[in-house]
């Protein structure tokens, strides 16, 4: 079964960084694709940054030159980091991980319908 926990969530002021850390764990397959999504009240669920099995990377727009994603394997499991720098009170969300049965397809994977597993998210609040 494929788990996803994430952490890391917290309050900062605008400038500020954060780290996300969600481990995954599963006794299913390796995955080879997985991201970090974010949503507000009442939106929809939007991709922040993508990484595959060979650490290519796709992010979007709206976090590029401020957040990298990275990953780290241990075992069975893995760790998927979220490195946040240069907050804005835009960024404030909850943030999730996620990971599917497929490979990533560069910015197509940016979307929620290319995964399967959540995490049940952490929030990140940023204030001006």
């Known amino acids: 079964q494929m788990k996803l926990v994430e952490s890391g969530g917290a309050s900062v002021q605008a400038g500020g960084s954060l780290r996300l850390s969600c481990i995954i764990s599963?006794?299913?397959?390796?995955?080879?694709?997985m991201g970090w999504f974010r949503q507000t009240l009442g939106d929809e669920r939007e991709g922040v940054a993508t990484i595959d099995s060979g650490e290519s990377t796709a992010y979007a727009d709206f976090v590029k030159g401020r957040f990298t994603i990275s990953r780290h394997d241990f075992g069975n499991d893995l760790e998927l980091i979220l490195q946040m720098s240069g907050l804005k009170p835009d960024d404030t969300a909850t943030y999730f991980c996620t990971t599917g049965p497929g490979f990533c397809a560069g910015a197509k994977s940016l979307s929620a319908h290319w995964y399967r597993w959540w995490g049940q998210g952490t929030q990140v609040t940023v204030s001006s």
């Open positions: 599963n006794n299913i397959y390796r995955p080879h694709c």
